[in-house]
């Protein structure tokens, strides 16, 4: 692996971070704060959130199984996604490599900051399922490739990338390692977590947003080594995590066994709307999924979708996608929203 400082921007390397009030006054117990030009009134929220979050990360560290100063909080996943662009690619000069079908994101971000985005598409079998081989991947990477982009369980298609070839591309690969875990909660393979000691260039995302069920606070996980993690608070904006998005996520942590009751509710509700899709004449082939959503390949997906929308139920057609032409993507609901889109689609 090249060395951190190989890897980073020579100006974000060099940054001299923002001090906040906040940052310069720590640990004395203060009642009177006249630093930061609140207004004294309209408590709690006159005051700048701790930029840190360190609270948070408190609860989240031992549930997560890192330490505290291994994970960056932020505006949703896309925060992170942008931050490690922003971090480690020049623009105009490096690229990123990613599969396709993938989440969109990374594209987007790489476009906004203008770093080449490379994607390699995925090999299907006979079944049409979706394979990933870390050659075809690497053999994508030059010597400004800066980072790698991997969503497993891998959004649209729903199922994990094999454990193998993620492996060999962390064996393999000299620079940034990504691997998105959005939907970590709801697959059964080990999180990649638990080898960020192991891999010094890996970052592991995950989010509130899907299993948390908390996508409208709008706070999204990055994990790393503390080095990178440092990095990233340095670049991020001083109060990225407001203090109703904290409070909020303080109150899920107090009782982690809600979360951990939804994913099992929504993993058996998922094999219950799995069953129902393969009795409908239009569904073709139902994707291997280890998400909290299916990729479905029906005989028209367009029309199907028409049809759904004009009864008020919206999927995701992901026909015009590369690899998933009359595919829709249907995110698993209650029982009631799920024998709804049954009902609509018969
Ligand atoms: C939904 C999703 C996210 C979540 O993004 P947030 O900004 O945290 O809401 C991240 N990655 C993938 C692949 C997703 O599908």
Known sequence: ???????????????????????????????????????????????????????????????????????????????????????????????????????????????????????????????????????????????????????????????????????????????????????ADFMEEPSFLTLLSEYPHLIVLQTFSKAWASAGIRLGMAFASTEIIGLFNKVKYPYNVNVLTQRAALSLLADYSRITAWVSETKAERARLIALLEAHPECMHIYPTDANFVLVRMTDAPAMYNRLLAKGIIVRNRHRVQLCQNCLRITVGTPEEDDALLAAMR
């Open 1 to 183: 692996m090249k060395s951190l400082q190989e890897l980073v921007r020579p100006n974000i390397w060099n940054l001299k971070p923002y001090s906040s009030a906040r940052d310069e006054y720590k640990g004395v117990d203060a009642t009177v704060f006249l630093d930061a030009n609140e207004s004294p009134y309209n408590i709690p929220y006159n005051r700048y959130p701790d930029p840190l979050q360190a609270e948070v990360k408190r609860l989240l560290a031992p549930i997560k199984g890192v330490g505290e100063e291994q994970i960056f909080l932020g505006n949703g996943s896309d925060e992170a996604i942008d931050l490690i662009f922003r971090t480690f690619c020049e623009p105009g000069k490096d690229n990123v490599v990613s599969l396709a079908p993938t989440y969109g994101m990374y594209e987007v971000c790489a476009d906004v900051n203008d770093v080449a985005y490379r994607s390699v598409l995925l090999d299907t079998d006979r079944e049409g399922n979706f394979l990933f081989s870390a050659d075809a991947l690497l053999a994508a990477t030059d010597e400004r490739t800066k980072a790698i982009f991997l969503c497993s369980p891998n959004n649209p298609t729903g199922a994990c990338l094999p454990r193998e070839e993620l492996l060999k591309v962390l064996r393999r690969f000299d620079g940034m390692v990504v691997i998105d875990e959005a939907y």
